[in-house]
């Protein structure tokens, strides 16, 4: 076995067979992707109409069906989560917790959240939504809220418009003028820079629940870890739920993928799917983008399935279209890949393993490398040369020893580039079909 099969088969074994355990409504049940693979019409309700080829219908269809930017906000659309829906609503809605929710880039948890959300709704509480921006104090947290608040009457009156709030208003304020089961969303909680509001939060969720507060708070950010995002109170601990946005199963990928192919009036061969669920890694944002461009593929050659080679050609576009965002980073993977020797394998498992969880640790690379590859060559030697060789694309800004790649969505391509997909096409063609991608992505709204 190469170490490419051999780490697909560790993958394999790390995704499997975890017990479910939680109990899950019945309501939370979701439309199994569609067993055949028949494809359904295109959205394009008018091929042909209004002067315009049909393919440019299609082609939009794939962008629509495939796209990367917008959360998911329908339950149906949500793959994959059903344990940490069960376990957000047992924690949020029945043990009243406040919660926070993290994760990479682009791992679901503003479509978790999305849909969290509307079934506490549907449950009897209201729940907002805000995003934080960067900057912001407790007050440019919460005072946005206070529009839509249930608030009862004549309390909106007493609030200082000139003055910002401190925790301790904020908190009577949901105390006393909030008698119905409130969430507040505050997604994007990691734009957050300064410690002191990360700390006067963690004060505020303590003093709400001393005080028995019908207002619960759900916090939202990218983090490998809680204290990436809070630096929790020890005693708020017993009553903050964390839910990590794990990497979706395998299947759970496919069943997307093929959801979205259908909805594009296309339909994916099996090897297809599955090149592009390895590809991913556990990452719904990555499926779609690799999906997206296979799809676009099958498109241009008329065809309505997609094919391996639609899936081959299209992660390394995908790679190619990365590779122009973030030059820097790309070369960096590639000087590393083209020092690393017999490293290559540990350099595709670190990205393996940041795909997983974000948080790499010496330990941990340590531990997979010697199980993956022996003593020689994933040991501890092997790790401190290989971190050695992708350290400028980490950072360190948790504790010592923890780090993390710089842009939380790469790992993939990494893994991508280390898997030699740029090699599949030359320079030139790889060079023309982004700039075609490019084209057809511009004014779709992406
Ligand atoms: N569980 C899921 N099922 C299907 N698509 C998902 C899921 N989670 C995320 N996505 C898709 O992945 C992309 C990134 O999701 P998003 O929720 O915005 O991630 P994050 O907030 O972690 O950056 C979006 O296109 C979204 O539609
Ligand atoms: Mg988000």
New binding site residues.
């Given amino acids: 076995m190469g170490w490419t099969e051999r780490l697909q088969h560790w993958l394999q074994s790390l995704f499997s067979g975890e017990p479910g355990g939680r109990r899950i409504p019945e309501r939370l049940e979701y439309a199994a992707p569609a067993e055949d693979e028949t494809p359904v019409m295109p959205i394009s309700g008018g091929r042909g109409a209004g002067g315009q080829p049909a393919i440019a219908f299609r082609r939009n269809a794939v962008f629509a069906a495939f796209?990367?930017?917008?959360?998911?906000s329908d339950r149906h659309?949500?793959?994959?989560?059903k344990k940490e829906l069960a376990r957000l609503i047992d924690a949020v809605v029945k043990q009243r917790k406040h919660a926070l929710i993290y994760?990479?880039?682009?791992?679901?948890?503003?479509?978790?959240a999305r849909v969290f959300g509307d079934l506490a709704d549907e449950a009897g509480c209201v729940a907002l939504y805000g995003s934080a921006s960067e900057g912001a104090d407790v007050d440019g947290l919460f005072r946005p809220f206070l529009d839509e608040l249930p608030l009862q009457r004549g309390i909106a009156a007493s609030i200082p418009a000139d003055k910002p709030l401190g925790i301790q208003q904020i908190a009577n304020l949901f105390v006393q003028g909030v008698n119905q089961r409130t969430l507040l969303i505050v997604?994007e909680f990691d734009r957050v820079a300064a410690e002191r509001t990360r700390h006067e939060v963690a004060s505020l969720l303590k003093l709400l629940t001393d005080m028995h507060s019908t207002v619960q708070i759900v916090l939202?950010g990218?983090a490998g870890n809680v204290d990436g995002l809070l630096a929790a109170h020890p005693s708020l601990r017993r009553h903050l739920a964390a839910q990590p946005?794990a990497p979706?199963e395998r299947d759970e990928l496919a069943g997307?993928l093929r959801l979205c192919a259908q909805q594009a009036g296309l339909s994916f061969e099996e090897e297809a799917v599955q090149t592009i669920v390895s590809a991913a890694i556990g990452s719904?944002?990555h499926a779609?983008l690799f999906g997206m461009h296979a799809a676009l593929n099958a498109e241009a050659a008329g065809r309505d399935r997609i094919v391996l080679a639609d899936a081959q050609k299209g992660l390394a576009e995908a790679l190619a279209e990365w590779s122009d965002l973030t030059p820097d980073m790309c070369r960096v993977f590639e000087r590393a890949l083209a020092q690393a020797g017999s490293l290559r394998g540990m350099i595709a498992l670190a990205g393996v393993l940041a795909a997983h969880a974000p948080i790499l640790t010496f330990e941990r690379l340590t531990a997979a490398g010697t199980d993956l590859f022996g003593e020689e060559l994933g040991g501890a030697t092997a790790v401190d040369r290989t971190i050695g060789l992708i350290a400028p694309a980490l950072t360190e800004d948790g504790m010592p020893g923890e780090l993390q790649f710089a842009d939380s969505l790469s790992p993939q391509f990494l893994v991508l580039m280390a898997n030699g997909a740029a090699r599949t096409r030359d320079a030139a063609s790889v060079a023309r079909d982004t700039l075609d991608a490019r084209e057809l992505l511009q004014g779709v709204g992406l």
Avoid: E, M
């Fill in positions: 796209n990367t930017a917008v959360p998911v659309g949500l793959a994959g989560r994760g990479a880039r682009g791992s679901g948890k503003t479509s978790l997604d939202v990218i946005v979706i997307l719904p944002y779609r």
